[in-house]
């Protein structure tokens, strides 16, 4: 049982380029979450998803896309990447339906747009 | 709406000393919440949460915190200090009225000195 697992575990991009990170869950789990940590600024939520096929925004959406086409991933793309999406990003999920339930996080990807 | 803020972004404790992270939070409904530690270059680990039931609530690694409905918070604490300790700390909350999203602190930065 992996848990939640990150692809890559680091890229550095150049402005306007476009990259994919893949998140993947063995838990079978119907919520999952793509966040951004900043220093000073904990996590913000970029998209969720509620079960396959499904997406919505969080917090801070503009510039990132997302698609959820199986129920064990949840893909982040970034279609033009500019420097303010220099970041490391963090991939969670979350079973049931009871707000009571935890989220667990994968070992995260670390960008850099230069 | 709801809302975390935890007081202080960096707190500096002797090895031996009482940890004291201090949460309060905002909510217009009865809250769940979280208190998760990330260390160095990792991803988000649970600690321990508060679902409603004891408002002591035990965690990992003999943190513990204690849910105070009438002061709005819910500070984690740890009665003497270990080396390895030394992480960032988040304080998150959910409820029924946050849909499916959790809403996270800005964290504390914890510093263990020998």
């Known amino acids: 049982n992996a848990g939640v697992t990150q692809t890559p575990k680091f890229r550095v991009l150049k402005t306007g380029q476009s990259m994919t990170l893949l998140c993947a869950q063995d838990?079978?789990?119907?919520?999952m979450y793509w966040y951004r940590q900043d220093p000073g600024m904990g996590l913000r939520l970029i998209h969720y998803?509620?079960?396959?096929?499904?997406?919505a925004k969080g917090e801070v959406p503009d510039g990132y896309n997302v698609s959820r086409l199986k129920k064990q991933n949840f893909l982040l793309g970034l279609e033009s990447a500019a420097p303010s999406q220099t970041s490391v990003y963090f991939c969670?999920?979350?079973?049931?339906?009871?707000?009571?339930?935890?989220?667990?996080f994968g070992p995260g990807t670390r960008l850099t747009v230069t | 709406a709801q809302s975390v803020t935890q007081l202080g972004s960096h707190v500096s404790v002797s090895e031996g000393a009482l940890v004291l992270l201090r949460c309060n939070y905002s909510?217009?409904?009865?809250?769940?919440l979280f208190w998760y530690v990330q260390y160095p270059n990792q991803g988000l680990q649970l600690l321990l949460k508060?679902?409603?039931?004891?408002?002591l609530v035990k965690g990992i690694n003999g943190f513990e915190a204690e849910f105070k409905k009438s002061e709005t918070s819910f500070h984690l604490t740890k009665p003497s200090a270990h080396m390895s300790d030394a992480a960032e700390y988040f304080c998150?909350?959910?409820?029924?009225?946050?849909?499916?999203?959790?809403?996270f602190g800005t964290g504390t930065s914890l510093t263990v000195i020998p």
């Open positions: 998803s509620v079960g396959e096929g499904t997406t």
């Open positions: 508060y679902t409603s039931a004891a408002t």
């Open positions: 838990m079978n789990h119907e919520y």
């Open positions: 909510s217009s409904v009865p809250p769940y």
């Open positions: 969670a999920s979350r079973g049931a339906r009871a707000t009571s339930y935890e989220q667990y």
């Open positions: 998150a909350v959910s409820g029924a009225n946050t849909g499916n999203q959790f809403y």
